[in-house]
């Protein structure tokens, strides 16, 4: 399946099905890019170990001059530390402005490689490779990041990749965790802009869930879709794109309450989404919203129960006055006026909120 993210005089391919890593060196001729170029795959120790050496075997059997280079998995590797000795990696291995990065990985790799291509010697071109469910998400929007010790995602830029190809073959070896925090994304791509995308999550929600095509593709196909029609309306994130922030700044705030061992991001925002989504019905009175968004979250093994976490409500809405995107100490917060139509919400009552949190 491929898709088309148009951003003005901008626009790059996504490309998803089945073993398409294993056409990787036709994809990128495709895009122009030729054996006088050098690249650099980036990627971490699980996903390398599966699947990095077919890849350059694939590359060099082609022609390519091509280097790799490994982080430790996980969100660790998104730091200044990892980012420089990338960068010197790359120098020593003389890479030019002409040099292509391949992110190869989960969000962590692309968000880490991305940062790299974004700002070495100004910014050379990436092709973003995902490897997991959630990185549907973080693939496309061009938006590239490194962690600082003070905060999640502090250092970073805009930079659009090449092209997004998105082999569903890896994601057989996801663990299962993984893929429930992955579906929370698809699905809240589904609540706030698509109606007739969350019937189709129902209808399929086996199939979705052991990962079988052509489910997979097309849910990945439709959540991207959506994805990159917010972005290409907002790239810069002065607008529109907050929606997608749907249940992110109850879930930051469990994030950060759990110090991001309790809960994967996605677990997090699955039950930041089941708040929101009472929030909207109260606000909205659109009868069996929440029950609706709720039954299917747990349908993809999230949790959606906030009652039983061991903060006050006094805690979550402090922490939450503290995410970076409460602007001028308002709590903005994206509600679904409807199933498939998400709203920013400004002057929601504290009152509304205490009253939601105890129900
Ligand atoms: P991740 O990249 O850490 O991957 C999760 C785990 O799965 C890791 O241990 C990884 O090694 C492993 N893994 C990856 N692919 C695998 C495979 N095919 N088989 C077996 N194991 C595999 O995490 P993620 O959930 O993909 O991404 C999270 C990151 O994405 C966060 O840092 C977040 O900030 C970022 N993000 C960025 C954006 C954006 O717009 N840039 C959006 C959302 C999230
Ligand atoms: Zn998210």
Request: glycine residues 8%.
């Given at each position: 399946?491929?898709?088309?993210?148009?951003?003005?005089?901008?626009?790059?391919?996504?490309?998803?099905?089945?073993?398409?890593?294993?056409?990787?060196?036709?994809?990128?001729?495709?895009?122009?890019?030729?054996?006088?170029?050098?690249?650099?795959?980036?990627?971490?120790?699980?996903?390398?170990?599966?699947?990095?050496?077919?890849?350059?075997?694939?590359?060099?059997?082609?022609?390519?001059?091509?280097?790799?280079?490994?982080?430790?998995?996980?969100?660790?590797?998104?730091?200044?530390?990892?980012?420089?000795?990338?960068?010197?990696?790359?120098?020593?291995?003389?890479?030019?402005?002409?040099?292509?990065?391949?992110?190869?990985?989960?969000?962590?790799?692309?968000?880490?490689?991305?940062?790299?291509?974004?700002?070495?010697?100004?910014?050379?071109?990436?092709?973003?490779?995902?490897?997991?469910?959630?990185?549907?998400?973080?693939?496309?929007?061009?938006?590239?990041?490194?962690?600082?010790?003070?905060?999640?995602?502090?250092?970073?830029?805009?930079?659009?990749?090449?092209?997004?190809?998105?082999?569903?073959?890896?994601?057989?070896?996801?663990?299962?965790?993984?893929?429930?925090?992955?579906?929370a994304e698809v699905l809240k791509h589904g609540f706030i802009w698509d109606e007739?995308f969350v019937d189709?999550l129902e209808?399929?929600?086996?199939?979705?869930?052991?990962?079988?095509?052509?489910?997979?593709?097309?849910?990945?196909?439709?959540a991207?879709?959506i994805?990159?029609?917010?972005?290409?309306?907002?790239?810069?994130?002065?607008?529109?794109?907050?929606i997608l922030?749907f249940g992110?700044?109850?879930?930051?705030?469990?994030?950060?309450?759990?110090?991001?061992?309790?809960?994967?991001?996605?677990?997090?925002v699955a039950?930041g989404m089941a708040?929101a989504a009472?929030?909207s019905?109260?606000?909205?009175?659109q009868?069996?919203l929440a029950?609706r968004v709720t039954?299917l979250l747990?349908?993809?093994?999230?949790?959606?129960?906030?009652?039983?976490?061991?903060?006050?409500?006094?805690?979550?809405?402090?922490?939450?006055?503290?995410?970076?995107?409460?602007?001028?100490?308002?709590?903005?917060?994206v509600l679904l006026e409807r199933m498939g139509r998400a709203?920013?919400?400004?002057?929601?009552?504290?009152?509304?909120?205490?009253?939601?949190?105890?129900?």
């Amino acid at each position: 399946k491929t898709l088309t993210v148009d951003l003005g005089e901008r626009s790059y391919p996504i490309w998803i099905g089945q073993g398409l890593l294993s056409k990787l060196p036709a994809y990128l001729q495709t895009l122009g890019i030729t054996s006088s170029q050098t690249l650099l795959v980036v990627t971490d120790d699980h996903v390398g170990a599966l699947y990095l050496e077919p890849v350059l075997k694939g590359l060099q059997r082609a022609g390519f001059r091509v280097f790799s280079y490994s982080v430790p998995a996980g969100e660790q590797a998104k730091s200044l530390s990892y980012y420089e000795q990338i960068i010197t990696y790359a120098l020593e291995h003389k890479l030019d402005r002409q040099s292509v990065i391949l992110a190869l990985g989960g969000g962590v790799v692309g968000d880490l490689a991305g940062f790299v291509a974004s700002t070495y010697m100004r910014g050379i071109p990436f092709v973003q490779l995902p490897t997991t469910l959630l990185a549907h998400d973080s693939s496309v929007g061009g938006k590239v990041a490194i962690n600082h010790p003070l905060g999640k995602n502090m250092i970073g830029s805009f930079h659009q990749p090449l092209a997004v190809i998105y082999d569903t073959a890896t994601l057989s070896t996801l663990p299962e965790r993984e893929v429930a925090c992955g579906f929370a994304e698809v699905l809240k791509h589904g609540f706030i802009w698509d109606e007739a995308f969350v019937d189709w999550l129902e209808e399929n929600a086996n199939p979705c869930r052991a990962l079988q095509e052509p489910f997979l593709s097309e849910a990945l196909y439709r959540a991207c879709h959506i994805k990159s029609q917010v972005v290409s309306q907002d790239e810069k994130e002065t607008g529109l794109r907050a929606i997608l922030n749907f249940g992110h700044t109850f879930g930051h705030a469990f994030e950060a309450l759990g110090h991001y061992r309790d809960f994967t991001h996605g677990e997090a925002v699955a039950i930041g989404m089941a708040v929101a989504a009472h929030v909207s019905e109260a606000v909205y009175g659109q009868q069996g919203l929440a029950e609706r968004v709720t039954r299917l979250l747990s349908t993809y093994g999230l949790p959606v129960e906030w009652h039983t976490l061991p903060w006050s409500f006094e805690q979550v809405l402090e922490k939450m006055y503290t995410d970076k995107k409460v602007m001028a100490g308002r709590l903005r917060l994206v509600l679904l006026e409807r199933m498939g139509r998400a709203v920013i919400a400004d002057h929601v009552a504290e009152t509304t909120l205490r009253a939601v949190w105890s129900l």
